[in-house]
């Protein structure tokens, strides 16, 4: 495996976690278990919201995007992990959070590392 291509199963592994996170937030909220105190359009917002920001960046494969992206991935990790623990029947919600945003941070983490090694090698000649 070249270098070029060495940084792409970590941004393939970011985007499934991102756009897991989305969809997942999106369906949990809409139709499996939504959330009945708040609105649900307040509920979405609050949730997917953060997620869009980094949306383009992400998609562009941007170093800088993808490492402060990781930071955001740990909130929803957190919330998985009290869906999983709180939640009676749907509990499987909260565990498939936990594993897309583990597979964000990761994702986002190493994607970051070694396309920046690629992007120093190709400036360094």
Request: charge should be positive.
């Amino acid at each position: 495996m070249g270098l070029a291509s060495s940084s792409m199963p970590w941004r393939v592994m970011a985007l499934t976690g991102h756009l897991g996170l989305i969809l997942l937030l999106m369906v949990w909220e809409i139709w499996l278990d939504p959330f009945g105190v708040l609105p649900r359009s307040l509920v979405i917002v609050l949730m997917v919201g953060p997620l869009l920001i980094p949306l383009r960046g992400i998609l562009h494969g941007r170093p800088y995007t993808h490492a402060w992206t990781s930071f955001l991935s740990l909130f929803y990790f957190l919330h998985g992990v009290g869906a999983a623990y709180a939640g009676e029947q749907f509990a499987y919600l909260g565990w498939l959070e936990v594993l897309f945003s583990l597979m964000l941070f990761v994702g986002a983490i190493f994607f970051t590392r070694y396309r920046n090694r690629e992007i120093k090698q190709l400036a360094d000649g």
